[in-house]
């Protein structure tokens, strides 16, 4: 990659960013859990390529194998042939991807259960929050507001003319769910919500009284912030 002017442009190292944005050091004080999953899978990885530093190539895996979801179905080769990843990387994504499976396994956890929207945020934070397109996910949610289905329906520009209700709503008629969130991301990086935002979420909620589906919150995600449209009363009048 070159700049205007012909130079190459300059990416800095891992070791060169400011201690609070090194992804080991948030571990080391902050716990795992205050970690984007790019950032968690930066550690895995070590270090980055020309061009491209860990967190950088971490942040295109997830966007170009389509979040934690594909990474985690994702074969060995295709793993291996990414830019940045090779056979021994390769090998210790799965290693590690399969540990957090068996533990998922062993506990018996739980369908997520959405009680705020920093737990909707969260749950899809990893998927949205470095797609470089608007994308438009649906939780369907059941009685109790735990994750029954999690779907991604619209890629491209969210907004009031182009978002269907049939589409948004189809995952949860089809799996009979009283309840849906609907998320949606802005590449870039301001979670404000637009006024086409807005719009759509109005013409949602409205939908949704006709379907007797509740449209329990729209959340526009950031780069490690998110807006809840319910909190700010926004298209929930």
């Known amino acids: 990659m070159v700049s205007l002017q012909g130079r190459p442009l300059y990416h800095p190292t891992v070791h060169e960013l400011p201690p609070d944005e090194r992804p080991r050091e948030r571990l080391e004080r902050l716990g795992p859990g205050s970690l984007q999953s790019a950032e968690l899978l930066a550690i895995i990885l070590g ?3 020309r061009g491209e530093n860990v967190i950088e190539v971490s942040a295109r895996l997830l966007r170009e194998l389509g979040g934690l979801a594909g990474l985690m179905s994702a074969e060995l080769p295709q793993l291996v042939a990414q830019h940045g990843v090779g056979r021994a990387r390769a090998m210790q994504l799965k290693a590690a991807l399969e540990l957090g499976r068996r533990v998922y396994t062993l506990a018996g956890h739980p369908r997520p259960q959405i009680t705020e929207p920093a737990d909707a945020a969260t749950l899809l934070m990893a998927d949205l929050a470095y797609a470089k397109q608007e994308q438009l996910c649906v939780l369907c949610l059941n009685n109790k507001h735990q994750v029954v289905h999690q779907e991604l329906v619209y890629q491209g520009t969210v907004s009031r003319s182009q978002v269907r209700a049939a589409e948004v709503f189809r995952p949860a008629v089809v799996r009979t769910c009283p309840a849906i969130i609907v998320a949606h991301n802005h590449p870039s990086g301001d979670p ?3 006024p086409e935002d807005v719009e759509a979420t109005e013409q949602l909620r409205l939908a949704g009284e006709l379907l007797d589906i509740e ?10 912030r998110f807006v809840s449209l319910k909190e700010q009363r926004l298209g929930f009048q």
């Open 192 to 194: 404000t919500p637009s």
């Open 47 to 49: 270090s980055g390529v």
């Open 215 to 224: 449209l329990v919150d729209h959340i526009v995600i950031g780069e490690h």
